[in-house]
């Protein structure tokens, strides 16, 4: 019996095989479809299914080369269409935690929680992350930033 493959999976055999041809432009391919998708209806769900399929694909891109800059980007930029944060902020939490020296997964985290401004949360992940890190230095100055604001704040 031959197992068929989803679309989907077609899909990301796909975009992954742009990706070695020209990765950069391939990501903004997807960025770019789905917002032209988007454009063309009125329909929530749609919409929101748009990007949600779009997260995805770059999700499993980032699965395929977790520390691919313009994939993170992209993919934040997708969360922010929705304005998904939650979702956004556990992904990237749990990401972080499986590979704590992937500063594009940092970089996202750090923006989404400047969309936020939930610098409590952003402290606290600061203070949790591991101190023997290289990339502590790089934490601390997020943990700076996000005690500053926190206290414009208050």
Same mark, same amino acid.
């Given at each position: !019996?031959?197992?068929?493959?989803? &679309? #989907?999976? /077609?899909? @990301?055999?796909?975009?992954? *095989?742009? !990706?070695?041809?020209?990765?950069? &432009? #391939?990501? /903004?391919? @997807?960025?770019?479809?789905? *917002? ?44 922010a269409q929705l304005k998904d ?70």
């Amino acid at each position: !019996m031959i197992l068929q493959k989803s &679309s #989907s999976v /077609k899909l @990301i055999e796909f975009y992954l *095989q742009l !990706m070695k041809q020209a990765p950069d &432009s #391939s990501l /903004k391919v @997807i960025f770019d479809n789905t *917002q032209a998708q988007v454009k063309e209806t009125n329909d929530v769900e749609v919409k929101s299914d748009s990007w949600k399929r779009a997260i995805e694909g770059y999700k499993n891109i980032i699965a395929y080369e977790s520390d691919h800059g313009q994939a993170h980007c992209y993919l934040y930029e997708c969360y922010a269409q929705l304005k998904d944060w939650k979702a956004a902020m556990t992904y990237y939490q749990e990401l972080i935690s499986r590979n704590p020296r992937n500063e594009a997964a940092l970089a996202s985290l750090w923006k989404i929680y400047e969309a936020t401004k939930d610098w409590e949360a952003a402290c606290e992940f600061c203070k949790k992350y591991p101190k023997e890190d290289p990339r502590n230095e790089i934490v601390r100055k997020y943990l700076k930033d996000a005690l500053l604001k926190q206290a414009e704040n208050a």
